[in-house]
């Protein structure tokens, strides 16, 4: 059988360029992979712990739906579908539930950060903390274990979830016999952690990000917010600035060398900001252009996620029932 390979991204904020070169990018890369299946999927669910409502729900999911389309994902080569869409992992949430212990939950980034903040403000501990923020690990090690999943390519900060998931794994299998496979996650180090607009993790939550699919205008003016030291036109620049650091990822090698080289000669901040706008935008452009078109086929975006879960149900419901029989639930 071929080793399989799944991820995905939750709807939660319109899709940024952290999100593309961290994650987008590299799966895509990595399903054109003969040696693998991919299964690639939007985590609605996952996303409830911090969406306000309905419309933000369909406007965050539809941005990624279109996005993986726009960045080049093959629905024929890829199984492609929404996560609420396949009810069995679901289920599967409330096994892997019963083996995981409390306190490996306690453990996780996300939850352990709320927690402090919460403390350093003299708050109960648990204030705002919601069982499915809670719980998100194990939702996240149902999606990864359902399909027997061996790779899973995240950004960093995602590294935790996968180790959660294989610990998981390990604990059904020592309980019930050998079902699950222990996923192993894949970081592109280059891209691992990608700098936002003020030099921090660029994060939705911090709220530095560049969008990935906005209109020109937009793109030029978010670039435009780029935070700078204060040399003047003429001084050099120093190489590990956010901008050269953003410049690398869109610029060919030759342009990566010449931006470096006029960086160094004293180029202005406002004409680095121009050149990284041309570079990042010729980059962008085709993609745009098919993004723009998905969003204006919703229809054609909604078959496609639907024969993708259909797919995605006939394995998910196999496995499924192995775990069912090794736990005892198929009489
Ligand atoms: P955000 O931090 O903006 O909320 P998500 O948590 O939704 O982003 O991340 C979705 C995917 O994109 C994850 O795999 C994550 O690791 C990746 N990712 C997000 N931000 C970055 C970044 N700045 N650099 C690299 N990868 C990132
Ligand atoms: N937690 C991931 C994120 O925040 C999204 C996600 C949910 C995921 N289920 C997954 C990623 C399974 C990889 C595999 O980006």
Known sequence: MKKRILTGIKPTGLAHIGNYFGAIKP???????????SFYFIADYHALTTLENKEQMQEYFFNIACTWLACGLDPN????????????????NWILCNVTPKGLMNRAHAYKAIVEKNEE???DKDFSVNMGLYNYPILMAADILLFGSNLVPVGLDQ???IEIARDIANYFNNKYGKVFVEPDCYIQESTAVLV???????????????????????LRKTINKIVTDSKLPGEPKPLNCTLNKLYKLFGSEEQCKEFEEKLLNG????????????????????????????QDHKEEVINILTQGAQKARIIAKEYLQ?????????I
Do not use: C
């Not at 069912?324 to 198929?330: E, L, V």
């Open 27 to 37: 799966a895509i890369e990595l399903s054109k992979n003969n040696e693998y299946d």
């Open 77 to 92: 080569k890829v199984v492609f579908y929404k996560q609420s869409d396949v009810p069995e992992v679901f289920e599967l």
């Open 121 to 123: 403000l003299g708050q």
């Open 159 to 161: 590294k935790q979830h």
């Open 196 to 218: 936002g607009l003020d030099g921090r993790k660029m994060s939705k939550s911090y709220g530095n990000t560049i969008q990935l699919f906005s209109s020109e205008e937009v």
């Open 267 to 294: 180029l202005s901040w406002g004409e680095a900001k121009k050149e990284l706008f041309n570079v990042a935008n010729e980059y962008i452009k085709p993609m745009r252009e098919k993004y723009f078109y998905y």
């Open 322 to 330: 192995k775990v069912r029989t090794a736990i005892g639930a198929n």
